[in-house]
């Protein structure tokens, strides 16, 4: 009796603990996005061009690689709860002034702070939810990761709700929040899991798997997959609203397909990964690529509401496909002790695309005037995707 009465409330703590930290991380990334669906208002009342308005979400992705690295090496040698609880009050204090202090220089200084503390979320909730789960780590971080899509899809389809409510500022503010009042239920409900510390390796091997050739051509490939994935849930309102002349809402709630999309398709990306092609994944960015650059081009015709709901879950679709099978790619170009380090440095590499491709957008729009050119800038990311798989070896 008193075995399965403590069982149960094992599994109670650890179904709380998976289930806060998967909103936390929805709420996460609808905090990383949200300034996109509302790009024309903040062009307007921020006195920024495009190129400005899109820095706003490509400056916290470019913190967030610099303590992606070395945060990753400390994540295994300091308490991940501490570190969550630590990153979470650091993210929500950073927020406060973009919401008081509407300049465009508070608001990208605090997205820049914010975004130091986003990747030491993240990957510890996931480390944590790995230790909570050990009989079922790969089903439970597969799970784990289907929240980002579902993060980005949020904040694409609410942010336009958001100011008309309580103020324009408080789309900086809002997702924060929520993370801020599900921090007791996570640290609580993970007591006791991933406390102990196993040994590390020297910091000169860490440094040394960041030397490989092919890691990096993997690397680059899923930094012009990220981009494109950036690009079409960073724009595509602004684009929907200025060409098909749609609501920011409806525009919003269209281009929240594209991160949707990757709840499904991620995690099949890796099913495939592990059976059909398990002998050669390549396969399977070689077919994102290859459909993405039609995807991209298409649009240099024009925009309307039939185009968006035909084309965007086919773009998010393809678009995610590939995730999980550069992580399961990486693994095998480095040796096994060495895996988290390679699982970093996709991260870290896929973010710089991510970076790059809201501000290169804007800039090209303010430069030309038009969006025409940066399908075309979407379309070279796709064929440089494609050659980059055509040139990695068969694994």
């Not at 009796?1 to 069982?7: A, H, I, Q, S």
Request: glycine share 8%.
């Amino acid at each position: 009796m008193v075995p399965c009465l403590l069982r149960l409330v094992v599994e109670g703590k650890r179904t709380i603990f998976f289930a806060a930290s998967w909103v936390a991380v929805v709420f996460l990334n609808a905090y990383i996005i949200a300034p996109a669906p509302a790009f024309l208002q903040l062009m307007g009342s921020l006195g920024i061009g495009n190129a400005a308005a899109g820095a706003l979400v490509s400056v916290l992705l470019l913190s967030a690689i610099l303590v992606q690295i070395p945060g990753a090496y400390l994540i295994d040698r300091i308490n991940n709860r501490h570190i969550v609880v630590f990153s979470v009050l650091g993210l929500n204090l950073a927020s406060v002034p973009a919401f008081l202090l509407h300049r465009y220089d508070v608001v990208l200084s605090s997205r820049f702070v914010a975004g130091l503390f986003v990747p030491l979320i993240f990957v510890p909730l996931a480390n944590l939810v790995g230790h909570a789960f050990p009989e079922a780590r790969v089903r439970a971080l597969g799970a784990y990761l289907s929240a980002p899509p579902a993060g980005y899809a949020l904040g694409t389809f609410a942010t336009p709700y958001i100011p008309p409510l309580s103020g324009l500022p408080s789309i900086f503010v809002a997702y924060s929040i929520p993370i801020l009042l599900l921090l007791p239920a996570i640290y609580v409900a993970s007591s006791g899991i991933g406390e102990d510390r196993g040994p590390m390796y020297p910091l000169r091997e860490y440094v040394a798997a960041f030397r490989s050739l092919e890691l990096w051509r993997l690397g680059l490939a899923f930094a012009g997959t990220y981009a494109l994935y950036i690009f079409f849930t960073s724009w595509m309102p602004t684009f929907l609203s200025i060409e098909g002349g749609l609501s920011p809402a409806a525009s919003g709630a269209l281009v929240a397909l594209v991160p949707a999309m990757g709840i499904l398709s991620r995690p099949l990306g890796g099913l495939m990964a592990d059976t059909i092609h398990k002998r050669d994944k390549r396969v399977i960015p070689l077919v994102s690529f290859t459909l993405l650059l039609p995807l991209s081009l298409v649009w240099t015709t024009g925009a309307s509401i039939t185009w968006a709901l035909l084309l965007l879950p086919l773009a998010g679709f393809f678009v995610q496909l590939p995730f999980s099978v550069y992580y399961a790619f990486s693994s095998q170009i480095l040796p096994q002790r060495l895996t988290g380090g390679a699982y970093t440095f996709m991260n870290t590499t896929s973010l710089i695309g991510g970076v790059l491709a809201p501000f290169v957008a804007g800039y090209l729009v303010d430069v030309s005037g038009a969006f025409r050119p940066v399908f075309f800038f979407a379309a070279g990311l796709a064929v440089t995707g494609l050659l980059l798989t055509l040139s990695s070896k068969e694994r």
